[in-house]
């Protein structure tokens, strides 16, 4: 098990290189010269050139490229905002925290909701319930994130003014953004566990549990969900990267200090080094989040487990290719 | 109808070409929200193409006397702060939304699916360097992705396209790859090259028609997925800016009337739910009927 997550650790870096090659070349071709943004648009072309040659800018691609992998893997060092003049890096971690607890607590709040309401929907399927859940997952699935804070702002901060509707600072703030981000996931979480556990349900051992006169609750509880959660969580897990996504456009919805408003400000200003540190720390959290996502699976479910243990190359590799999967 | 000329090229040398169509849409039917979708995307395409003539005022015109007005008979949905008719706003906005969604799937199409079949068809280095890489973008949440190419590109309507058609690609170069993985090795493939036939022609006549069938389906979602992409960039301000009546873009200009002026957030949000929600069932159905083993 330890040389399977020392291997999945050690297959992150090429993934992270080629990131950072994909957002520093894209960012290498964006129109826009922090020259102009240091210096004023009124230097001479002495002062510009001067400043271009100290920040190497004059050298080929693959210098300022490898120099900046470089600085990226022995100090962590991201560049420097040219227009605060602080280090990248302490900008990001200072907000990466807001925006991964609004992640995880979306996230959380989504998989305890969701899978209780599809696990009363599948109970009691074509109750007026299930047909209640499921037309809510349906059209709660496809609505856009931002749109729905907008209204949930609208209605329950400004309408009837029970909660805030900026800031970041008390737990009466997280209520609306959390919820606003979770809701996608709900019910996209509502109705696999819908489908998951009616498919378990009907199977043998369920039957062989009711009939040895086990309850109805440990039947569920103890019998059938802890097979139905399996592919709900490979479910929750491929939602990890929209649900990022989401954050950073909720962010400005709410107008929460993270790196969503961090990279959008960022975007308008056309400073180029925030957005590439942003985007390389939120790819980075993303494989890490998908890394842990899959070592869990391993834990939970002991037929990958068993794969693990006695697994030769190909296994891992065909786990690995299917565990790393599709977002947006 | 296009659907239908796929479905049909999809089957084409088959035997049963006309019992396999109707097979399809036999199953289709049955999904009656399916169906419902269908008929929503369509009427959402034919508001995009008519768009001039349903839309009861021009769009851009403009009438500072009736602005911020709630929506009455004469202005459906109200009017903006500029007061332009809001409805005719959004029926305009369902052209730049689809032509724009149109654009980028046809971009991720293109190079994704290329990609994709030439990868799985020869294998070795090629794949595992060409899948590396998209495995690479696709660890980036795909509308960071879109912000991140918007951003080089400039912002607009045809920079938005080209974002999210590339932020796309991945998936696409996914799909394609594991259909054609599925058909490689069957025998039919080898029959074809017993009989003398090439490459070229062994992709195109043999592995393109019987692998689309998920390309399809992800044809349909990801133009979902990109119209949900195009007006959250839009709403940040990263994608079609405010003069061009794209539905995000209207949506970021009435954030700023949120405390007293409805129809501005309403309406715009009610056009994107409504227009994914229906791509997406249809998208749903589509897959299932295609491929009846699924269910």
């Known amino acids: 098990m330890i040389r399977y997550i020392l291997k999945r650790i050690l297959m992150l870096i090429p993934v992270l290189f080629l990131v950072l090659f994909i957002v520093f070349t894209i960012n290498y071709f964006s129109p826009g010269d922090p020259v102009s943004s240091i210096v004023g648009a009124e230097a001479t072309m002495e002062q510009r050139a001067r400043v271009r040659e100290s920040l190497g800018l004059n050298d080929s691609f693959i210098v300022r490229f490898g120099r900046y992998v470089l600085n990226v893997a022995t100090k962590l060092d991201l560049g420097t905002d040219y227009i605060t003049k602080r280090p990248v890096r302490d900008e990001i971690f200072e907000r990466l925290p807001t925006t991964l607890s609004l992640t995880f607590l979306a996230i959380a709040l989504a998989s305890v909701v969701g899978i209780t309401l599809g696990i009363i929907s599948a109970r009691f399927q074509y109750s007026i319930f299930d047909y209640m859940s499921t037309l809510f997952s349906l059209i709660a699935s496809s609505m856009p994130a931002f749109w729905i804070g907008l209204m949930l702002l609208m209605v329950f901060a400004l309408k009837f003014r029970m909660l805030p509707s900026s800031g970041f600072n008390s737990p009466r703030h997280w209520i609306l953004p959390v919820a606003t981000i979770a809701f996608n996931v709900l019910a996209i979480v509502t109705r696999n566990t819908r489908s998951s556990m009616l498919e378990v349900i009907r199977q043998d051992y369920i039957t062989t549990a009711r009939a040895k006169g086990l309850g109805e609750v440990k039947v569920i509880a103890q019998h059938a969900l802890k097979n139905a959660l399996i592919p709900v969580f490979t479910v929750i897990g491929v939602q990890i990267g929209r649900t990022l996504g989401n954050a950073v456009v909720v962010e400005t919805v709410f107008s929460i200090p993270g790196l969503g408003s961090l990279m959008v400000t960022a975007v308008k200003m056309s400073n180029f080094e925030v957005v590439q540190g942003c985007i390389i720390i939120i790819a980075l959290s993303f494989c890490v989040i998908n890394l842990i996502v899959d070592l869990l699976y391993a834990f939970l479910d002991p037929r990958i487990k068993g794969q693990y243990m006695k697994a030769g190359k190909r296994t891992i590799a065909k786990a690995a290719k299917s565990g790393g999967s599709a977002n947006g | ?295």
């Open chain 2, 1 to 295: 109808m296009a659907k239908t000329i796929e479905v049909n090229r999809l089957y084409a040398g088959n035997i049963h070409r006309k019992g396999q169509l109707s097979e399809i849409w036999k199953r289709l039917k049955k999904n009656r929200l399916a169906v419902a979708g269908m008929y929503f995307v369509i009427l959402l395409l034919l508001v995009a193409v008519f768009a001039n003539y349903i839309a009861p005022y021009p769009y851009d015109k403009a009438n500072m006397v009736e602005r911020l007005q709630y929506p009455s008979l004469k202005h459906w949905m109200g009017t903006d702060n500029f007061g332009r008719d809001l409805f005719s706003r959004l029926i305009v906005g369902t052209r730049v939304s689809l032509m724009v969604a149109a654009f980028a799937v046809t971009i991720s199409l293109f190079f994704g699916s290329i990609l994709g079949y030439t990868a799985a068809y020869i294998g070795g280095i090629y794949e595992t360097f060409v899948m590396r890489i998209m495995d690479a973008f696709l660890s980036i949440p795909s509308i960071i992705l879109a912000i991140a190419i918007a951003v080089s590109l400039g912002f607009g309507v045809t920079s938005t396209a080209i974002a999210i058609g590339f932020s796309n690609i991945p998936v696409f170069a996914r799909v394609s790859r594991a259909a054609v993985l599925t058909i490689k090795d069957n025998e039919f493939i080898e029959a074809a090259r017993s009989n003398g036939a090439g490459n070229a022609r062994i992709l195109i006549r043999h592995i393109v028609p019987n692998s689309l069938a998920p390309i399809l389906v992800q044809i349909s979602l990801s133009l979902a997925n990109s119209i949900l992409v195009i007006s959250s960039l839009s709403f940040v301000g990263c994608g079609v800016q405010p003069p061009t009546p794209e539905w995000g873009s209207i949506l970021s200009v009435g954030r700023e009337y949120i405390g007293d002026f409805y129809p501005f957030l309403v309406f715009p949000g009610i056009f994107i739910s409504v227009t994914l929600i229906s791509f997406n069932l249809f998208s749903d159905g589509l897959r299932d009927a295609l491929d009846p083993r699924l269910k």
